[in-house]
């Protein structure tokens, strides 16, 4: 299993100067497509190659989100997709920009998933109208060596940004919710943002003052996560909001989050349409969340197949994703990270199969729920009764095994 000795904070997938590229060649295509021909010890798929080929490979064009492209190459055995390593990869697949490929010309950059029975790759930058690329295969299993090369079309429309997800995604939300994370398909301008965002109640009168505004406003590194806090003050009991103001949400009405189409991107564009979110409210959760009701499903050995963790909750799905696992040396497993079921599932994709072994899930007790109860403290302290503000533990540790997988 490949792994690495340091845990950082944020999982994010494998960028590789690619090996693991390959061009399209079937109906839909975004691009124009060539077969250059054969060369020394290459088969190309109109030609029938000395090696014998063991199998039928496709290089496929496929769409994925944004309206943009990445490229697969189908009819993969199980086999190859579980047991082959990301260096086999680098070896048998490149992908180069333009036609006269130099000696010393680097590979694309972009990251690589196996997805069934193809390998998919997304360059780590869009493709670009006009340019020509071309995919070198190496083949395996005798399969022949290809060359592809395509051209993407110049009259490409720009895309429009658009509002992708809001979490909580769920359509019941606690009266005490801490925060909204609003997610854009690119980056989004900054500076006024809070002018773009209307929290409207039943009757579709605008709630005032619900958020927190800040100057310093909270984007991720992309510019295309928003976290919109709401007012602590008049959630937490006892401060002066809370008492002449009054909490923003109540229990049993209803409620929408409105994102204006105006709000434009960092290319000065609006959004491609207004969002809602419409949303009812329960009683407010003054519970902190418990590893103790969470249900781990290991996976077998020898597959790639997901760990999976359900909660008795939804819980705050930024922060989901400083979950990760570790094996017995305390080396951290290197994967990707799902999560589903408004954000009451937890789904761990290994790049590797897993071997047989102990492993941890580590969970930081920063981990909150919707209300901003954390595995360490809850968000509202009664000091007069001396409840502890925290336990002082750092982490948590969810311990499974993966045994042999036993053939009958």
């Known amino acids: 299993m490949r792994i690495r000795t340091h845990f950082p904070t944020h999982h994010q997938p494998i960028r590789i100067g690619l090996s693991c590229f390959v061009a399209a060649i079937c109906l839909g295509c975004n691009g124009n497509v060539t077969d250059t021909g054969s060369h020394t010890n290459e088969a190309p798929a109109s030609s029938t190659s000395t090696a014998p080929i063991t199998q039928t490979l496709e290089l496929a064009l496929v769409p994925i989100q944004n309206d943009q492209s990445a490229f697969a190459l189908q009819g993969l055995s199980t086999a190859q997709t579980e047991n082959s390593a990301t260096k086999d990869w680098r070896v048998q ?53 290809l060359r592809r090369t395509f051209e993407m079309p110049t009259d490409q429309s720009p895309t429009k940004t658009a509002v992708t997800e809001v979490f909580p995604s769920r359509e019941q939300l606690p009266q005490n919710l801490l925060k909204f994370y609003l997610h854009f398909s690119a980056p989004m301008r900054a500076g006024d943002s809070y002018r773009y965002i209307h929290l409207l109640d039943e009757n579709g009168k605008p709630i005032t003052d619900p958020f927190l505004e800040l100057d310093q406003e909270l984007w991720d590194d992309s510019r295309t996560r928003f976290t919109l806090l709401f007012d602590p003050g008049r959630i937490k009991k006892g401060l002066k909001p809370h008492e002449d103001v009054g909490p923003p949400l109540l229990p049993g009405r209803h409620y929408t989050l409105v994102i204006d189409a105006d709000w434009c991107d960092t290319q000065g564009n609006p959004l491609a349409a ?69 954000e009451t599932i937890w789904r761990f994709f290994p790049d590797q199969p897993w071997p047989v072994g102990k492993f941890a899930v580590i969970v930081e007790t920063t981990l909150e729920d919707l209300a901003g109860n954390s595995l360490g403290r809850p968000f509202e302290v009664d000091l007069s009764q001396n409840q502890p503000v925290s336990d002082g533990e750092k982490t948590r540790a969810l311990l499974f095994e993966i045994a042999e997988t036993r053939v009958n």
Not at 97 to 106: K, L, R
Not at 286 to 301: K, L, N, R
């Open 93 to 145: 697949f490149k992908v180069y920009v333009g036609t006269n490929i130099a000696s010393d010309q680097p590979a694309m950059l972009g990251s690589y998933a196996v997805d069934q029975q193809q390998l998919v790759f997304t360059p780590e930058y869009g493709l670009e109208p006009g340019q020509t690329y071309t995919a070198v295969f190496a083949g395996i299993n005798n399969s022949g060596k």
């Open 274 to 342: 207004e969002f809602r979110k419409p949303f009812d409210v329960s009683d407010p959760d003054a519970t902190q969340p418990s590893i103790d009701g969470w249900q781990i499903e290991p996976p077998q050995a020898n597959t790639t197949r997901p760990l999976v963790i359900r909660f008795d909750e939804s819980l705050d799905r930024a922060l989901l994703e400083r979950i990760f696992v570790v094996a017995a040396d305390k080396v951290e497993v290197v994967g990707k990270i799902d999560v589903t079921d408004a």
